[in-house]
T-cell receptor, first 110, second 115 residues
Framework: DAKTTQPTSMDCAEGRAANLPCNHSTISGNEYVYWYRQIHSQGPQYIIHGLKNNETNEMASLIITEDRKSSTLILPHATLRDTAVYYC???????????FGEGTQLTVNP | SAVISQKPSRDICQRGTSLTIQCQVD?????MFWYRQQPGQSLTLIATANQGSEATYESGFVIDKFPISRPNLTFSTLTVSNMSPEDSSIYLC????????????FGPGTRLLVL
């Protein structure tokens, strides 16, 4: 699976959009981009995934660049409960294993 | 999505003992996974447990230390054997879902402290 690079930490004001970047320059054609988050003392939570088109669900939007070498997870109106470590993971859909990096600690401030 | 529960939620154990962690899912799933999260670190996959076959262990993890059972499609156990303080971690199970099992859903974790 391709390696991902994320900033160690980010801050965001409550009510504003949180934009979390992820670089995956070695991504291959059959690899998807997945985002999970882990709120303190809880198990990781699936957020969204995509291949090359932008995706949106009730939690977030995923924007993948045309060359697929980077992506951005967007939380449109961050709340204090969105404070968590966000993990960007690249993997094949046929492969089952998730390889977690260090992720980005997002802190939403009042 | 799947609802996953784990027992116990936390435990404090003495070195040299063993602890069995249970993972229960509210629906039948083919693929289940066990992860470890050491203090302040990210998650590491221990093994993949599919019903009807032997668990597949990742590099650095062995069956003698982390035996796994998968008796049916809704249940699995992970045993941490002959524990030492280095085994103090959060242990999480997850299940694969989706058409190609591409999305994983995680349980709440078991917090283990070994003294």
């Amino acid at each position: 699976d391709a390696k991902t690079t994320q900033p160690t930490s980010m801050d965001c004001a409550e009510g504003r959009a949180a934009n979390l970047p992820c670089n995956h320059s070695t991504i291959s054609g059959n690899e998807y981009v997945y985002w999970y988050r882990q709120i303190h003392s809880q198990g990781p939570q699936y957020i969204i995934h995509g291949l090359k088109n932008n995706e949106t669900n009730e939690m977030a939007s995923l924007i993948i660049t045309e060359d697929r070498k980077s992506s951005t997870l967007i939380l449109p109106h961050a709340t204090l409960r969105d404070t968590a470590v966000y993990y960007c993971i690249v993997k094949e859909t046929s492969g089952s294993r998730l390889t977690f990096g260090e992720g980005t600690q997002l802190t939403v401030n009042p | 999505s799947a609802v996953i529960s784990q027992k116990p939620s936390r435990d404090i154990c003495q070195r040299g003992t063993s602890l069995t962690i249970q993972c229960q899912v509210d629906s039948q799933v083919t693929m289940m996974f066990w992860y470890r999260q050491q203090p302040g670190q990210s998650l590491t996959l221990i093994a993949t447990a599919n019903q009807g076959s032997e668990a597949t262990y990742e590099s650095g993890f062995v069956i003698d230390k982390f035996p796994i059972s998968r008796p049916n499609l809704t249940f699995s156990t992970l045993t941490v054997s002959n524990m030492s303080p280095e085994d103090s971690s959060i242990y999480l199970c997850s299940v694969g879902a989706g058409t190609g099992y591409e999305t994983q859903y995680f349980g709440p974790g078991t917090r283990l402290l070994v003294l």
